[in-house]
């Protein structure tokens, strides 16, 4: 039972490239997200989904896109690099107990660097 | 949408002595409140949950507050020891219907025990 694995843990990008953060679950997790993390201002939700094929915007989506065609996985695409997505990424997966408990297991994040 | 404060930004304790974290939010519908720790370089964890319905939960040295009407929530550990040095976050989410997994974080408070 490998949790939530990320990859790459580490990545450099030139401005207007693209890439994808890819994020893989195997506790059959329902739910999964993406957070972004900057000193200063905590985890911040970019996109998550509350099931295989539906994905809903989170507090900032833009310049970030996502699929989730598997209850596995949910890759988040950067579709045109900035510096300002230089950041900490977590994937996290979690599970609702019918009273939202959203207990999140994290992925070891993913530290990418936009130049 | 729901907005988290926390404070403070930054805590220094002696060992030994205990450690008062607060968090407030605004969302009166929130209704799950969890508490993260992140060491240096690891992925957030959670150490503590409680939800609305509960005014206040232990765990060991750990002790986390619910004030539904002033609508804040502290985490409180005591007899701390040099592993408590630590990034902790408070969050808050409106369970199931406010989208399973969606948790709003507060900004961190880095707290650190000096020997």
Known sequence: NAGVTQTPKFQVLKTGQSMTLQCAQDMNHEYMSWYRQDPGMGLRLIHYSVGAGITDQGEVPNGYNVSRSTTEDFPLRLLSAAPSQTSVYFCASSYSNGYGANVLTFGAGSRLTVL | GENVEQHPSTLSVQEGDSAVIKCTY????????????????????????IRSNVGEKKDQRIAVTLNKTAKHFSLHITETQPEDSAVYFCAASKGPTGGGNKLTFGTGTQLKVEL
């Open chain 2, 26 to 49: 605004s969302d009166s519908a929130s209704n799950y409140f969890p508490w993260y720790k992140q060491e240096l370089g690891k992925r957030p964890q959670l150490i503590i949950d």
